[in-house]
């Protein structure tokens, strides 16, 4: 084996800040303060600083860029997302 | 000095997202609705169903064809609209284009 330090496809590469969670809950606690990507039913798609996350995957983000079919579309201070409508919140 | 008994009184603290939507209240909004329409007027009242009660609006719709360019947009004006909050997308302070 040349390569001494195997990484289980699992464990979380060094370079990245570790996020431990048990559970779903767990990990939207833990990426407030953080840039997310938050991806939309409809394909839409909003980056910005996630301020907070309910029960509901109500979502409030701050300086957030809108970006439609990969394409920066608009840019808003602050935004409220309805819950329903969301299909993912990704870390990045 | 229990600084969280402070943060219940302090209607400016933002801890969950609804938080955001009262920090609106009496401000002009802009929504974005399902259907490809937002609005923009004066929020004057909310609820955990997004169900909104806006004054002073102006409904913008979008009329798509097959998604690629939009055809044209049709702009409505209204005094008072209550808004049932299942056709809520986003809220959001107004960008002033």
């Known amino acids: ?92 | 000095m229990a600084d969280t008994g402070a943060d219940q009184l302090d209607d400016t603290i933002v801890s969950e997202p609804l938080d955001l939507v009262r920090l609106s209240l009496n401000e002009r909004v802009f929504v974005k609705l399902k259907g490809d329409r937002e609005i923009r007027g004066r929020l004057h009242a909310y609820d955990s169903h997004c169900n909104l009660v806006l004054s002073d609006v102006e409904e913008t719709v979008y009329i798509m064809d097959d998604e690629e360019v939009d055809l044209k947009t049709i702009k409505k004006q209204s005094e008072m609209l209550f808004v049932r909050g299942d056709a809520v997308v986003l809220i959001s302070p107004p960008t002033q284009s």
Do not use: H, W
């Open chain 1, 1 to 92: 084996m040349s390569n001494g330090t195997a990484e289980s496809p699992f464990s979380p590469s060094a370079e990245k800040s570790e996020i431990l969670s048990n559970n779903p809950s767990a990990f939207l606690s833990q990426i407030t303060g953080a840039k997310v990507a938050v991806k939309l039913n409809s394909g839409v798609e909003y980056r910005g600083d996630l301020q907070c996350v309910d029960g509901y995957m109500n979502i409030a983000l701050e300086q957030t860029e809108e970006y439609v079919d990969g394409v920066l579309k608009n840019q808003y201070g602050d935004v409220f997302i309805r819950g329903n409508n969301v299909l993912y919140i990704s870390s990045i």
